[in-house]
């Protein structure tokens, strides 16, 4: 069993900053990449940022500059630093993790996060 929880969420205003946190936990043996997509309505899930064991970074286009992923692996953790947000932005941000476990240590299995709300006045 994993659990990936996400926490940061909330409401800014356009120009502010949030910082998106997601920690996973359970029976893990190692975390490949992490990332974090995002949905907002009448839309499909988009990717915004993803983080490889190795900390190789990409970024969608339209974040880059303004947002920065990083990772705490000894903490399974994954962060979002969003900066200069803007109402596009408005989404529910969703944490993803490649994970293999104890018990299956060379089959990589995919999670998600249940989604943490952003939203950005004008």
């Known amino acids: 069993q994993v659990q990936l929880v996400e926490s940061g969420g909330g409401l800014v205003q356009a120009g502010g900053s949030l910082r998106l946190s997601c920690a996973a936990s359970?029976?893990?043996?190692?975390?490949?990449?992490m990332g974090w997509y995002r949905q907002a309505p009448g839309k499909q899930r988009e990717l915004v940022a993803t983080i490889t064991s190795g900390s190789s970074t990409n970024y969608a286009d339209s974040v880059k500059g303004r947002f920065t992923i990083s990772r705490d692996s000894a903490k399974n953790t994954v962060y979002l630093q969003m900066n200069s947000l803007k109402p596009e932005d408005t989404a529910v941000y969703y944490c993803?993790?490649?994970?293999?476990?104890?018990?299956?240590?060379?089959?990589?299995?995919?999670?998600w996060g249940q989604g943490t709300q952003v939203t950005v006045s004008s």
């Open positions: 359970g029976s893990i043996f190692s975390i490949n990449d």
């Open positions: 993803n993790a490649q994970i293999t476990f104890t018990w299956s240590p060379d089959n990589l299995y995919n999670y």
